[in-house]
């Protein structure tokens, strides 16, 4: 094959014939294939599968029932199974024209770049299909951040939050991607200084079907940006900063109706405790949890510590307060403090250690296979 084109899709069977009607215009006298990774819940795969039937160009259906990495993770997947080194990855909505896919082809085929991004902000680009002037808003505040976040592996790329671009793998490594959103593009140049170019494209209305982004998806995004630019510790730090404020507002809001504040201070804190591991489950140490030891006992232990930890904690803020050298919200916001640095090592090294190996690890970088400590990028 000479073009793999990857299209991750959730719920998109009203567009898939369509798409691949398109496609199989734009790539005549090409050889390539098309690969549909589905993370669908409806009947997209049978769709998709149908129209591979009657198709001219292979299609090719990877249907995922237990999703990991999301639309991030589908690319992966179809990368890994992709036939050719050259691959586009475009979304399945028809919002990335078909028709573009060959001068994106024809321009990583020249060889002397590795990532060819459809650009919607550079010349003769346009981003009209965005819905509204909200999502115009925020998709040039987030590309601002972006850059500006990584101003040397992005200085090439305008539209870096693009999901319509070609890549190479012969020296895109794709074995060492991590990903955890739907920004994969940014993934995969904020872990490598590759030689990038542009192409610019209209990004036209959807065809079919509704729009997937939500708040949920802007939080994601945050989320991933935050870990590949400070690594795993910057995860730990925001969970445990939200979990510090709100330790600090529950023991302000029951000293404020009457509660004396010690018991105040262990309500406080047992509530962030359970939250904080609820979170960091979720986020923070997600792809470390399949090699830990099961959920149950990961629980008893983080549980157990951090009690462990709030009864030398608590009784010290107790003191600090009593001696009348400072009030209780600053003596709780400074032990919290210390106390962030210590539950961070114990959870990296006990309590997400691998069951094959308890070695002790050093927390930098081993323990962060997402990134390393300095960051990903040196400016």
Known sequence: ??????????????????????????????????????????????????????????????????????????????????????????????????AKVPELYRRGLEGDVDVVVASRYTGGG??????????????????????????????????????FFLFDRRTVDVAELKPRGFKILLEILARQQLRVT?????????????????????????WQLALLRFGR??????????GALANIAIVWLLTTV?????????????????ANFIAQELWVFRDMRADASPL??????AFAFNNAEALIRIPIVYLMVDSRHFTAVVATAITLAIAFVVRFTFQSLVVYAPRRSRRARQLYPSVDPIAPPESVESD
């Open 1 to 98: 094959m000479q073009l793999s084109v990857i299209v991750p899709t959730f719920n998109e069977g009203p567009n898939i014939d369509e798409l691949v009607r398109g496609l199989t215009t734009a790539l005549h006298g090409i050889d390539a294939e098309v690969i549909f990774v589905d993370d669908s819940t409806d009947d997209t795969p049978a769709i998709i599968t149908e129209v591979a039937a009657t198709a001219t160009l292979p299609v090719r259906c990877i249907h995922r029932d237990q999703p990991v990495g999301g639309l991030g993770g589908a690319v992966v997947e179809g990368a890994r199974a992709a036939t050719s080194d050259l691959c586009i990855v475009m979304d399945g909505d028809l919002q990335h024209p078909p």
């Open 198 to 222: 542009e192409v610019p494209f209209d990004f036209g209305e959807r065809h079919a079907g509704e729009s997937k982004a939500s708040f949920r998806q802007g939080m994601s995004f945050f």
């Open 296 to 301: 149950r006992y990961r629980f008893i232990i």
């Open 258 to 274: 009457g509660v004396e504040y010690l018991i105040s201070a262990i309500v406080a804190t047992e509530v962030t405790i359970l």
């Open 126 to 163: 346009d981003a009209s299909g965005l819905a509204g002037w909200i999502r115009h808003l925020v998709s040039r505040t987030s590309t601002l951040v972006t850059k500006a976040m990584f101003p040397v592996r992005l200085h090439d790329t305008t539209d870096p939050m693009t999901g």
């Open 233 to 242: 510790m910057s995860g730990f730090a925001v969970i445990g900063a939200l």
